[in-house]
C-alpha cells in the first residue's frame, strides 16, 4: 500500500512536470506573444518599437530552456524578479509575478483558493444529500411512471449544457424574480464579512452546481443501485430473512457507492481544480475564474499556476479515489 | 387447469403421524411480462418429510428454482402472481404477510445457492454475514454468541480453522469452501427445510462429492427436509429418496428414487437419463440426446408440453399428444409413482426401445 502510494506520488511529479512543460512551450511559441499583449495594454495599443523593453522585461529575448529553468527554480528554491528596476524577491515555491497586476501569483492563489472550494465543497455536498437518495429511491421503484418521470426530466436537465443551465439559474433568480436573497453572488471571506455573506453569496452557486450534479448522480446511483439490487447476494439477503431496509442499505448500497464514490473523487477533484463557468456567471474571485482571465490576458505565470494547480488537485484526487475504492472495495488490493 | 393435484396420500407413503413438513399444492407462478404472462410453474403438487429428500429434475427453464424461490417466498410480490397452496409445518405461505414470511426465512427454511462467489456479499467478512444470519432471527443474543456460532457453523462443515478464516472474505475461500460456507449460513438458525439449489453446479467434480457427503451428513444431524434442484442425476442418485421431474413448469414425473431411475415412464426422463455420460458403461452404450430446446413458457406447446420433441408420440393414437395435456396418473408399477403421459403402457416401451440403446449391459443382465 505505502509503496503504490509513493509509486503514483512519483508519477504524479512527472505529470506535473510535463505539464508544466507543455504549458511553457504552448506560451512560448504561441501564435501571439504574451509581450505583445502586455505591451498593447500599457501602452494603449501604440506598442510600436517598445516591444523590445517588454520582451526583455519579460525574459523573451532569453531561449525559452534558460527562462524555464528559471521558472523551475523559483519553484524549488526561490528567485529574485526584477521588474522596472525594482528587485522582488520571491520566495519558494515561486510562481513568478503577474504579467498584468504585476503581484506576486503565490498569494493569489493561496487568496482564490477559499472561493473555489467553498463553491466546490458546497455544490458536491448538495448534490450527494439529494442525488443518491433520489437515486436509490428510483432504483427500487424500478420501472413504475414515478421512475420513469423523474429519470427523463433529469436527461433533459443534464442534456444541458452547464454553463446555459447555470447561466439559466441565475439570470431567472437574480434579474427576472429579483429575489433579494440571491442578486448579491460573490465570495464573501466568512471570517471578515460573516458566514451569512459567505452563504448568501454562494448560494446560487451551489444551487446550480447542485441541482445539475443532482440529476447525474441520481442516474448513476440508480443504474449502479439497480445493478446490486439485481446481484445473487441481495437474493442471499433476503432469504436469510433481512428486513428490506438492511437489504437494500446494507447490502444493495454499500455495493452501488463503489463505483459511485469512484465517479465523485474524480468529479470533486475536478471542482476543485476550478469551476471556470460557475465562478464566472456567479462573479466568484476563485481559480477558475481567474484561470479565465489569465488566459485572456496571455499572463504567462497565472495561467501556469492555475494549470499546475489544477494538475496537482486532480493527482490527488486521483490517488485518493484509488486509496479509498481500495478500503471500500476488499477484493481489490493496491500493490 | 387440466393438471390433477396429487393427493397427499399419495405421496407421503408410511409418513410419520405428524405428517410432511413442507406440502406444496397445486402451486402456479405466473410472472406479466410486457409479451404477456409467463407461466413458470403450473399445477405443482409435492410433499417433503423431515428427514428425507426431494430432488427436483429439469432442465434450465423448467421451473424448478421458480418453484422453490416461491416456497421461500423469494419473488416480488409486485412481478410475480403466486397461487395454490405451499405449507410449512402447518403454516400457509401463500398470502403470508411479508413480516411472518421473514421470521420464516431462514429461520425454519433455508435455501442455499449454485453460485457460492456470486451468492455471497463481495464487501463483508464470512463471519459477518454468517453472525448477521444468525442475529436476525435471534434478537436476543450478543455479538459474541453469534461470533461463536459463526465459528462452531464453519468448523461444523469442515472449514480449517474457522477462527482464523472466519475473518476471511469471501473471495479468499476457495469454491469448495464458499460452498461449505454457504451451507454453514443456511444451516445456522438450525432450519426444518433446506432447499439447495444447484449446491454442486459450479463446484470440481471432487468438490462435488464431498459437498454432497456433507449435505447428507448435515441432514442426518439435523434431521431436516431437504429439497435439492438439479440437472444432474448423478446427484440425485446420491442424495434423494423421491424425484419430481419438472418439464415446462410442470411435474412429468414423480416416484422413489428407484422407480425414476430404473423404470422411468415418461419420455423426457428417458430422455434426461439418456443423456447422462457413464465413464465406466459399455462403449456400445450411446449418448442420446433430447433434440431440439425447452419450449418457451410464453407460448407453450398445446397439449403434453414435451410433444414436440417426443420421439414416441407417434405411438399415441390420434394427434392426442398434441390436443390435451396429459393428466398425472399413477404408473402401471410401483405405488405414488406417477407421469404425465399419454403412451398406454410406456414401461413396454421403456424395455424394447430405450434401455438397449442407452445401458445394453443392463438389458443383458435382465434377460
Known sequence: MFAYVVKRLISGVLVVALVSMAIFLLFWYGPSSPAQTVCDRETSNRCGDRIEIYERTLGYDNPVYEEYGKFVQGVFVGRTITVASNEYECTAPCLGLSFVTKQPVKEALVDRIPATFSVAIGGAFLYLLFGIPIGVAAARRRGTLADKALVSSFLFISSIPYYLFALLTWLYLTITFEIPFFSNTGYFSPITEGPWAWFSGLFLAWVALGIFGCTQYTRFTRGAMVEALSEDYIRTAKSKGLPTRTIVYKHGLRAALVPVVTIFGIDFGTLLAGTIFTERIFEIQGIGWWSLQAVQNRDLPVVMATALFSAVVLIISNLLVDIVYSVLDPRVRLS | ?367
Open chain 2, 1 to 367: 387447469m387440466t393438471s390433477v393435484p396429487m393427493t397427499q396420500s399419495s405421496m407421503s407413503e408410511g409418513s410419520a403421524s405428524e405428517g410432511p413438513l413442507l406440502v406444496v399444492e397445486d402451486l402456479k407462478v405466473t410472472f406479466p411480462t410486457e409479451d404477456g404472462p409467463v407461466t413458470a410453474v403450473s399445477g405443482l403438487s409435492y410433499s417433503v418429510e423431515r428427514g428425507k429428500t426431494l430432488g427436483i429434475v429439469g432442465e434450465s427453464g423448467s421451473g424448478k428454482s421458480v418453484s422453490s424461490m416461491a416456497v421461500m417466498g423469494l419473488h416480488d410480490a409486485k412481478s410475480a402472481q403466486i397461487s395454490g397452496s405451499i405449507r410449512v409445518g402447518g403454516t400457509e405461505l401463500v398470502g403470508l404477510n411479508e413480516s411472518k414470511m421473514r421470521a420464516l426465512r431462514g429461520n425454519s427454511m433455508a435455501m442455499i445457492f449454485q453460485d457460492a462467489l456470486a451468492a455471497l456479499h463481495p464487501f463483508y467478512k464470512i463471519g459477518k454475514q454468517l453472525e448477521e444470519a444468525y442475529l436476525v432471527h435471534h434478537s436476543s443474543a450478543s455479538k459474541r454468541d453469534a461470533r461463536r456460532k459463526a465459528i462452531e457453523m464453519l468448523d461444523r462443515v469442515g472449514i480449517p480453522q474457522p477462527d482464523r478464516r472466519v475473518d476471511d472474505y469471501p473471495h479468499q475461500f476457495s469454491g469448495g469452501m464458499r460452498q461449505r460456507a454457504m451451507i454453514a449460513m443456511g444451516l445456522i438458525n438450525d432450519p426444518a427445510l433446506l432447499i439447495a439449489d444447484e449446491p454442486t453446479t459450479a463446484l470440481d467434480v471432487t468438490v462435488q462429492a464431498q459437498i454432497l457427503d456433507l449435505l447428507q451428513d448435515l441432514q442426518r444431524e439435523f434431521n431436516s427436509a431437504v429439497i435439492i434442484i438439479t440437472h444432474d442425476l448423478g446427484v440425485i442418485a446420491e442424495m434423494a429418496d423421491d424425484v419430481l421431474v419438472m418439464y415446462a413448469g410442470r411435474c412429468v414425473e414423480y416416484g422413489t428414487v428407484k422407480q425414476i431411475l430404473t423404470a422411468p415412464e415418461m419420455p423426457y426422463t428417458w430422455g434426461l437419463l439418456s443423456s447422462v455420460p457413464d465413464v465406466l458403461a459399455s462403449t456400445d452404450a450411446r449418448l442420446i440426446p433430447i433434440p431440439g430446446n425447452p419450449p418457451s413458457l410464453l407460448r407453450p406447446p398445446s397439449g403434453c408440453s414435451f410433444h414436440p420433441r417426443c420421439v414416441h408420440s407417434d405411438k399415441v393414437p390420434g394427434d392426442l399428444c398434441s390436443t390435451e395435456l396429459p393428466p398425472l396418473l399413477p404408473a402401471s408399477v410401483g405405488a405414488a409413482h406417477l407421469r404425465r403421459c399419454h403412451l398406454a403402457d410406456p414401461s413396454a416401451v421403456y424395455q424394447s426401445e430405450v434401455l438397449p440403446e442407452i445401458a445394453p449391459d443392463l438389458v443383458e443382465e435382465t434377460r
